[in-house]
């Protein structure tokens, strides 16, 4: 079955940069869009970036356009969110998720695999 991974969150000072990684098995994942989610106390998940495997087309939140990137490693299977010029409000659980549709969606709901998520603290 699809199974998706993530790590590399942790504590970093605002202004710092982290890298969180999605390892993706259990079928292939060219025609699928990855993305990543993130969670907030009390608040809704939110779309933060998106790619197509196969066209390695992007969509980014506004709230991270220029700060993260969203790079692919087909050979490892692997999904990664750069994030770099952190500011404490990027503070939430980060989540990987998977689209088999191949459109790239910012709604959490078109999202059929997710990650167990991984926990991204920015001090200020």
């Known amino acids: 079955q699809v199974q998706l991974v993530e790590s590399g969150g942790g504590l970093v000072q605002a202004g710092g940069s982290l890298r969180l990684s999605c390892a993706a098995s259990g079928r292939s994942f060219s025609s699928y869009v990855m993305g990543w989610f993130r969670q907030a106390p009390g608040k809704e998940r939110e779309f933060v970036a998106a790619i197509n495997w196969n066209s390695g087309s992007t969509n980014y939140a506004d709230s991270v356009k220029g700060r993260f990137t969203i790079p692919r490693d087909s050979a490892k299977n692997t999904v990664y969110l750069q994030m770099n010029s952190l500011k404490p409000e990027d503070t939430a659980v980060y989540y990987c998720?998977?689209?088999?549709?191949?459109?790239?969606?910012?709604?959490?709901?078109?999202?059929?695999?997710w990650g167990q998520g991984t926990q991204v603290t920015v001090s200020s």
């Open positions: 998720a998977a689209d088999p549709s191949g459109y790239i969606r910012t709604s959490y709901r078109r999202y059929a695999y």
